[in-house]
């Protein structure tokens, strides 16, 4: 019932916005909505800065992003007004998965969960580094067969605060970097930031395959291709 709600109430508003804002919405809704953000969520991996700053700029406000305001907007101005426009949405919808990811962790045995998860993140860093095989395969489709798998009988499910804040932060993280890249149109290259974004999320992939991996690395290179893709 909640579920059926929440999409209600994001399409209703999603009905309101013109094309280009209804592209953009989307773009950013889609990792909640898939339920790739809600399994980084119950993982942990969502809970440190760094961690925070990785999947806002990979998993949300990434190069596909980027390309759709670039591609709908004609100032930076109308640009900037897209971004405002959604963020009330995408924060609600970011508390509204954040409030109910605690179900997840009652549901599914998270272990298995993370490996789902990190396959379905390898898929869509294969999409973004534009592999043709990769964009073949279906991201909710593996997220729904990691849940099935990973299913098992609930023994007390109780709904927390536990991913609210860190769910928040990281869509405001999202919705703040796009307004801030949203004046950077004529001045950046793409591919190069969609190689970094793509790069970064094969190290998300890792940490969640139980690799160690520092979060800093993922800063510095989302860093390091924001820098070279200036012009």
Known sequence: MVLEQFNYGALRQLLDFDRGTQRLAYMLLLPLVDGVFATML???????????????????????ALAVLYSEAETVEQARKMVLKVTPLVLISGAVVGGIAPVFQELFHIQSLQYATGLAIITIALQIAGIEKAQKLSIPAIIITGLVLSYRTPSNIQLTMQYLIPSVATVLTAVSGLYILAGLENRIRLDTIRLGGALVLLMIAGSLFGLSIPSEAGIAVLTASIIFSLR
Request: aromatic share 18%; proline share 0%.
């Open 42 to 64: 119950v993982s942990g991996y969502v809970s440190t800065f760094t961690n925070i700053v990785n999947a806002a700029f990979t998993v949300f406000a990434g190069a596909g």
